[in-house]
């Protein structure tokens, strides 16, 4: 009986070990994915780290660690990098599930939102308005709308988030120069200049408003 209860103890305590250097094994292999995926990345091949980073995810379930979760934030920057924005915005939907108040998942599915042109849904998720209100404004401008854009600049500015505030006021003097106001276009492109330093664009945009004063339009 003692003998028997020995050898049940050692077959469990080897069974353990086992499972132990396997489970340790799968997840080196998958490590050793996620960090092929990120390299991948790096190098601009987005396709090849999806395809690394799903690998590394293995049989992942319902329950995200830290693992998983950080290779599901690489593939849905490489998802979005690569331009399938409804891939990335699903992958980062279920981050989102995960962590609904993390700031970072929700800037990641505003952008693909807007990218889809859904930009009620990305302005709910409260996360870099300024920037989505500049991307209304930009495709008011080219559709011709520009009273409609010259009214998204208006409330892009009215949040404290200020990181389009150069694309902002860059529309607003491209919004006045299709509305034919020379003149207001040019101040608003020299104010400009003088805060963010004349680009090329930004100095051919002068040259031809300043051709336009000219010849007293």
Do not use: P
């Amino acid at each position: 009986m003692i003998l028997g209860g020995l050898l049940l103890v050692l077959l469990l305590v080897v069974g353990g070990s086992i499972f132990g250097i396997t489970r340790w094994l799968q997840m080196e292999e998958r490590k050793e994915y996620a960090e092929a995926g990120v390299l991948a990345a790096e190098n601009g091949d987005y396709e090849g780290a999806i395809a690394a980073f799903d690998q590394a995810l293995g049989t992942a379930g319902k329950r995200l660690g830290t693992f998983e979760t950080n290779v599901l934030l690489n593939r849905a920057e490489a998802e979005y990098k690569l331009g399938d924005h409804t891939a990335a915005l699903d992958t980062y939907r279920l981050l989102m599930e995960s962590d609904e108040e993390n700031e970072l998942y929700r800037e990641g599915a505003a952008l693909c939102l807007a990218e889809t042109g859904a930009y009620q849904e990305a302005l709910a998720l409260n996360v870099l308005q300024s920037q989505i209100y500049n991307r209304m404004a930009a495709d008011a401008i080219e559709a011709g709308q520009y009273d409609e854009a010259l009214g998204y600049i208006e409330q892009g500015r009215s949040y404290a988030d200020s990181s389009a505030a150069q694309a902002l006021d860059f529309n607003e003097a491209v919004a006045w120069e299709k509305k034919a106001d020379f003149a207001k276009a040019l101040d608003l492109f020299e104010t400009y200049a003088d805060k963010y330093g004349a680009d090329e664009v930004t100095q051919r945009e002068l040259a031809f408003l300043r051709t336009r004063q000219g010849n007293g339009q």
